[in-house]
């Protein structure tokens, strides 16, 4: 039986989840389609992309991640205690390079004046928003829509692009932690699609190599 995501995930108990969602029909729409010989490579470097730009926004940190042909995983860092910090003014600056937001929003981050009762719903508000940037359902849900809107304009195509929602793993312990990376990184070299980790494109541990 499917449990609620909130059943699944509780930062109070771990701030460390492994992630994990695989194209529908377990398609190669990631890598080369054996079946059509078309090659969705390039679409890897998405994944990476829009990753950065979540890591930007949010307080949810990529411990490790690595893009295969048909599915990805990613090991992610929920950042709580730098999400209270931020001011209601940064909070609505992340959210809004995500969403536009309402034009209460707008008008705030503008320096138009407000009324008393227009400033409370501000608060609302900035307390809606800083909880999502530290939820990695949210965090999630941004990336996943993106990829699916970009691959199906690029195929000129619509419905589902991924088999269901996304699977997690909450990590409860360094030896988890570090064991769960390791299984991340090595992704590749597991599959054949590399013979060294140095040689695993499009993986975390690649990238820590070459920095």
């Not at 930062?11 to 992630?19: A, I, Q, V």
């Not at 080369?32 to 078309?38: F, K, M, R």
């Not at 990695?136 to 269901?164: P, T």
Request: proline share 2%; charged share 25%.
């Amino acid at each position: 039986m499917t449990r609620a995501r909130r059943a699944l995930i509780d930062t109070d108990t771990t701030p460390y989840y492994h992630c994990m969602a695989r194209c529908v029909r377990r398609a190669f729409l990631w890598g080369e389609d054996h079946l059509t010989g078309t090659n969705y490579e390039h679409r890897k470097a998405w994944v990476v992309e829009r990753l950065e730009e979540l890591v930007s926004m949010f307080a949810i940190d990529v411990c490790a991640y690595a893009v295969m042909s048909n599915h990805y995983h990613v090991v992610l860092h929920v950042d709580r205690q730098a999400c209270d910090n931020w001011s209601d003014t940064e909070v609505l600056q992340r959210w809004t390079l995500l969403f536009i937001g309402p034009l209460l929003v707008q008008q705030f981050l503008a320096g138009v004046p407000l009324d008393k009762a227009s400033q409370n719903r501000v608060s609302e508000f900035v307390e809606e928003y800083r909880n999502r940037l530290q939820d990695i359902s949210w965090f999630m849900r941004c990336l996943n829509e993106h990829l699916a809107r970009k691959a199906n304009e690029e195929d000129g195509c619509k419905g589902r692009f991924w088999e269901g929602r996304f699977k997690n793993q909450a990590l409860l312990d360094d030896a988890a932690l570090l064991t769960c990376m390791a299984y991340v990184d090595l992704n590749p070299v597991r599959a054949g699609l590399a013979k060294m980790p140095e040689d695993s494109d499009y993986t975390s541990l690649q990238l820590r190599i070459r920095q």
